[in-house]
């Protein structure tokens, strides 16, 4: 009888491994599903960022100086210590002096730059 309880013994473990196993792969699955998803998620809350900065910016700057994109383009160069007028182009301002030329080029004729606080 022994061996016959050993036999026993034997199979029960036999059946857990085997429920055990057939436990792994579907939590390994779950997991390898969870993974994606949270990639998945990942991604498109990169996307929605972005887009968020996109319309933040192109409110931004519609508020600040209603300036076409190209002319936003020239006011950073100029911000950053370059001419954009004509006479002067990718030279650097001394002394980061304003240079009426460029505030031309920039907001046109007859319009100042409107002082940043």
Same mark, same amino acid.
């Given at each position: ?8 013994? *034997?199979? &029960? +473990? ?5 429920? @055990? ?5 579907? @939590? ?6 969870? @993974?994606?998803?949270?990639?998945? @998620?990942?991604?498109? =809350?990169?996307? $929605?960022?972005? %887009? ?7 409110? &931004?700057? *519609? ?10 383009? $020239?006011?950073?160069?100029? #911000?950053? !210590? *370059? %001419? ?5 182009? !990718?030279? %650097?301002?001394?002394?980061? #002096?304003?240079?009426?030329?460029? $505030?031309?080029? +920039?907001?046109?004729?007859? %319009?100042?730059?409107? =002082?940043?606080?």
């Amino acid at each position: 009888m022994a061996e016959n309880d050993l036999y026993d013994e *034997f199979d &029960k +473990i036999t059946n857990q491994l085997v429920s @055990l196993s057939s436990q792994m792969v579907k @939590l390994r699955e779950q997991f390898s599903r969870t @993974l994606e998803e949270n990639e998945e @998620l990942k991604m498109e =809350n990169q996307n $929605l960022r972005k %887009h968020l900065d996109k319309e933040d910016n192109a409110g &931004k700057d *519609f508020e600040d100086h209603n300036l076409p994109s190209s002319r936003l383009n $020239l006011e950073k160069l100029y #911000e950053k !210590g *370059f %001419h954009v007028c004509q006479q002067f182009y !990718g030279s %650097h301002r001394k002394n980061n #002096e304003e240079c009426v030329f460029c $505030l031309g080029v +920039i907001y046109g004729r007859g %319009h100042a730059k409107e =002082n940043k606080a």
